[in-house]
Structure formats: C-alpha cells, structure tokens
C-alpha cells in the first residue's frame, strides 16, 4: 500500500524559514516523480513543484523559485520542500503527491495528507 | 501559463441526477488533462487522467471527455458520496495548472 507522510509543519513569521518532509512507504520511490502542491485556506489547488526520481530534474511555479527548494534523499525515502523568505500569501495546506504519466498522459495519483504552514506575525 | 477555466463554480443537484462540469484550456493541452474530487479536511483524490481513463476503484458513473480544448466530467446517477469539490488539472506543460473548482451540492 502507497503511503505518503508529510511533516514540518508550522506557524512561522513573515520572513521566516521551514523544510517540510514527505516520507514514502510502498512503492519504488527512486523511481518516482514527486511534486508538491498546496491549498490556502478555503481556495483552490496550485501546483509547487516537481522532482524527477534521481533529483536530477526539477521545476517550480514562478511565484516560489528563488525561495522554495525541491529536494529528496532516496535512501530516506524521503521528499522535503525547503521553504524560505515566506510570506503570509504562503499560508497553506501543503501534499506531497506521486507524479506517474506515459507519452500522452501525466497525474498526480497518491497524496499524502497534508501539513499547514501558517505565515503570521 | 496555461489558464484552466473550469465551469459552473457551484451546482446543485439531486441523488440520482446526472451533471456535467467543464474545463477549458487556452491553448491545446492534448490528453494532459485529469480530473480530481476532494472533500473538506481531505487530499484530493484522483478520478480520470488521458483525459477518458478512469482510475482503479473509481465508480464507472464518473466519465471524462474531450473536444478539442474543451473537457468534461460527467457524473451519472449522483450519489450521497459524490458530493465534492472537483477540480481539473492540465500538465501538458508547467507550471501545472488546476480549474478553480466546482464545488456540488445538494439540492
């Protein structure tokens, strides 16, 4: 059974710092593309960011990049989002998912249940 | 960016009623389009990708479909269980980009 644990998170001040963690169970994780997406409080989903399974390819929204860092350790089975100068528009429920997909079709099939991370002085 | 405007933003409907929610892109996304039901507290859960594959353990009154740039989600014979907010997701390219949401309620 795929399991997918995030962790890490917390309320932070504007300006502040937080790694979350996405530990996985039940599935081949080296192998697996991972993102992250996240989900203000009463709004829609964005997408974050996404991780080949070697780490060697990576990708964020243009509202992040240069202050959210994707990463993993395979060994650890674990995926973390290292987060930096927040703001409160960063205020969310924050899922690791699995990104599965073929030549002509890409998904986010597991997800895990989520961490809020509150940005508030 | 690829915009993804998903309509209506609500509906009502009965148990039993057949609804349809659609997405459009704004530009071809060919088969990259997925579609997601989440429930409050809840990850979101994945119902159809390709955009016509439904997902194992996905009820078959759930059904996804193309034209062009336009995309639906039809829910036939709607259940207790199936009202949610839907959402639908291209990644054909990044940054990926979700539908704002149609959130289903009881009439």
């Known amino acids: 059974e795929v399991q997918l644990v995030e962790s890490g998170g917390a309320l932070v001040q504007p300006g502040g710092s937080l790694r979350l963690s996405c530990t996985a169970a039940?599935?081949?994780?080296?192998?697996?593309?991972m993102t992250w997406v996240r989900q203000a409080p009463g709004k829609g989903l964005e997408w974050v960011a996404n991780?080949?399974?070697?780490?060697?390819?990576?990708d964020s929204v243009d509202s992040v990049r240069g202050r959210f860092t994707i990463s993993r350790d395979n060994a650890k089975n674990s995926l973390y989002l290292e987060m930096t100068s927040l703001r409160p528009e960063d205020t969310a429920v924050y899922y690791c998912a699995t990104l599965r997909g073929s030549s002509d079709t890409r998904y986010f099939d597991y997800w895990g249940q989520g961490t809020l991370v509150t940005v508030s002085s | 960016d690829i915009q993804m405007i998903q309509s209506p933003s609500s509906l009502s409907a009965s148990v039993g009623d057949t609804v349809t929610i659609t997405c459009r892109a704004s530009?071809?996304?060919?088969?990259?389009l997925n579609w997601y039901q989440q429930k409050p507290g809840k990850a979101p859960n994945l119902l159809i990708h390709?955009?016509?594959t439904l997902q194992s353990a996905v009820p078959s009154r759930f059904s996804g479909g193309v034209s062009g740039t336009d995309f639906t989600l039809t829910i036939r014979s709607l259940q207790a269980e199936d009202f949610a907010t839907y959402y639908c997701?291209?990644?054909?390219?990044?940054?990926?980009?979700f539908g704002q949401g149609t959130k289903l309620e009881i009439k």
């Open positions: 390709g955009p016509t």
């Open positions: 039940g599935f081949t994780f080296s192998r697996s593309w």
């Open positions: 997701l291209q990644t054909h390219k990044t940054p990926y980009t």
């Open positions: 530009q071809n996304i060919y088969t990259f």
């Open positions: 991780i080949k399974g070697d780490g060697s390819e990576k």
